[in-house]
């Protein structure tokens, strides 16, 4: 090897130094961006999760309310007071008028939840209303009933070592009559006569009962406010069923277990039913004193008292 090849080899030795450093620096920027890009997805991912997550709290919760508020609606027991019921069918068999609003409010602790607070500060206001009806819900003609029926959606001593379990976090529930003009139905905004109800589809009246057995349709409202800020507002078209109507007449069933059992439904007096098991599988039926029907069912020393 001469002296010019050797030079000319050490051109080409210093021409070459520094490229792995540089290659280095640019694998580890594209490392630090395919990881800042990894961290960015799961970030957003969690972001539509806790986002889903929130949306669906509120939306359940909301439901809970429409729950509440049906079941409310139609008591079961006569004989215990029904403020709801009351407020929305303050005469047996009336007919609702369309300024009759009833709520039910569900605040937390220290906390004043309060629909008629229109302000753009009250985030409970009830500004649906008037998108539905036309008119703002503390407007004059507008029936609210006050004080609200609070209902305080806590299960007491149910947790563990006897601790309260805390119910749905919706706020308030709305009960209205259902009308063409809050229905928007056929793009009808001035009819505020009653939508009725007969089994089968929604009826226009001109004020009273368009046929006979079919009832009023009602609509429950209900909004719903996370603790992570998400709200959800659902509703419901409710009626009272031409079945449940019927009830207090309707014919009930009887399963009793065993082969060849027969049993005899009390009329006046009382009825009795056998089984292969003889004492160990009878059936009593008896006359209420309140002028119901009572069945007694006895199996292996056991009584069982069924009143209807």
């Not at 010019?4 to 594209?30: C, D, N, P, Y």
């Not at 309140?290 to 069912?297: A, V």
Request: hydrophobic content about 40%; charged content about 15%.
């Amino acid at each position: 090897m001469n002296v010019r090849e050797r030079h000319t080899q050490k051109r080409w030795a210093r021409s070459e130094r520094g490229v792995a450093i540089v290659i280095a620096i640019f694998t580890l920027m594209l490392i630090s961006v395919v990881g800042t890009a990894l961290i960015l997805m799961a970030g957003t991912e969690s972001a539509i999760k806790g986002n889903y997550k929130s949306a669906m709290h509120a939306f359940y919760d909301a439901k809970a309310g429409l729950e509440e508020g049906r079941g409310r609606l139609f008591w079961p027991n006569p004989n215990i007071a029904n403020p709801v019921a009351n407020c929305v069918l303050p005469a047996p068999g009336g007919i609702v008028p369309w300024t009759r609003v009833c709520y039910i409010v569900n605040p937390s602790s220290n906390e004043v939840v309060n629909p008629l607070d229109l302000s753009a500060t009250n985030p409970y206001a009830d500004a649906e209303y008037q998108q539905e009806w036309g008119v703002k819900v503390t407007d004059a003609g507008v029936q609210v009933q006050q004080p609200f029926i609070t209902s305080t959606s806590v299960i007491p001593n149910a947790g563990v070592g006897g601790t309260d379990i805390a119910g749905p976090l919706y706020k308030w529930v709305r009960i209205t009559p259902r009308t063409q003009a809050s229905a928007k139905l056929a793009g009808d905004v001035t009819d505020t006569n009653p939508l009725f109800y007969n089994g089968m589809q929604q009826l226009a009246s001109s004020g009273g009962n368009p046929v006979p057995n079919a009832v009023q349709v009602l609509t429950i409202t209900a909004l719903a406010v996370t603790p992570y800020g998400s709200r959800r507002m659902v509703q419901y078209t409710v009626a009272v069923s031409p079945l449940a109507t019927a009830l207090p007449t309707f014919p009930s069933a009887l399963t009793l277990d065993g082969n060849g059992v027969s049993f005899t439904g009390p009329n006046a007096g009382n009825g009795n039913g056998n089984g292969n098991g003889g004492a160990e599988n009878t059936a009593v039926g008896n006359s209420s004193p309140g002028g119901g029907r009572e069945l007694s069912l006895e199996r292996g020393g056991d009584r069982f008292r069924i009143v209807c």
